[in-house]
Antibody
Framework: QVQLVESGGGVVQPGGSLRLSCAESGFIFSSYGMHWVRQAPGKGLEWVAFIRYDGNNKDCADSVKGRFTISRDNSKNTLYLQMNSLRPEDTAVYYC??????????????WGQGTLVTVSS | QSVLTQPPSVSAAPGQKVTISCSGSSSNIGNNYVSWYQQLPGTAPKLLIYDNNKRPSEIPDRFSGSKSGTSATLGITGLQTGDEADYYCGTWDSSLSAGVFGGGTKLTVL
């Protein structure tokens, strides 16, 4: 059974940094592309970033470009999101999600429970 | 303002059918696979449809997906009160080199 567990959320001041982690079990992590998706309180889903199965290709939303970095360690079956220069508008629940595909957005078939990031002074 | 446009809300009676539209452009829906997600209150999203019209094995055939040109549609038949949720379409945008979601549609089963 596929399981994704996010961690690393919390309260941080504007301009601060956080690193989110997403630990997987139940599937061959190194075979699938992975996403980060966020949801601000009371708002819709916002795609944040995608990384290919081998970590060699990454994309991220314009809203986080230059501030957030997605990465993965296939030896540890873990996905990361390094978030720097955080802004209040980054406040959201952050989900990691597994894609059906190794290399493109085909569909996110497994999701973590989400971790809340609050950016506030 | 989302790249993909969905109606904010739809409603129908139990047992009836409802459709939810998702409108985009040639850079997203027109040339990429569309997926659909159901988000029940307080829970993570769940994949309902992928590759425009395919269902994961655990999703009942009451849920269907279709795509025509730059628009996609989610259909739900035999509505149940448990179907009350927010529904999102998603796809890749080749011009933006980014994933995109619709703004979401709240389904009310009256």
């Amino acid at each position: 059974q596929v399981q994704l567990v996010e961690s690393g959320g919390g309260v941080v001041q504007p301009g601060g940094s956080l690193r989110l982690s997403c630990a997987e079990s139940g599937f061959i992590f190194s075979s699938y592309g992975m996403h980060w998706v966020r949801q601000a309180p009371g708002k819709g889903l916002e795609w944040v970033a995608f990384i290919r199965y081998d970590g060699n290709n990454k994309d991220c939303a314009d809203s986080v470009k230059g501030r957030f970095t997605i990465s993965r360690d296939n030896s540890k079956n873990t996905l990361y999101l390094q978030m720097n220069s955080l802004r209040p508008e980054d406040t959201a629940v952050y989900y990691c999600a597994k894609d059906l595909s190794s290399s493109w957005f085909e569909g996110m078939d497994s999701w973590g429970q989400g971790t809340l990031v609050t950016v506030s002074s | 303002q989302s790249v993909l446009t969905q109606p904010p809300s739809v409603s129908a009676a139990p047992g009836q059918k409802v459709t939810i539209s998702c409108s985009g452009s040639s850079s997203n829906i027109g040339n990429n696979y569309v997926s659909w997600y159901q988000q029940l209150p307080g829970t993570a999203p769940k994949l309902l449809i992928y590759d425009n019209n395919k269902r994961p094995s655990e999703i009942p055939d009451r849920f269907s997906g279709s795509k025509s040109g730059t628009s996609a549609t989610l259909g739900i038949t035999g509505l149940q009160t448990g179907d009350e949720a927010d529904y999102y379409c998603g796809t890749w945008d080749s011009s933006l080199s980014a994933g995109v979601f619709g703004g979401g549609t709240k389904l009310t089963v009256l």
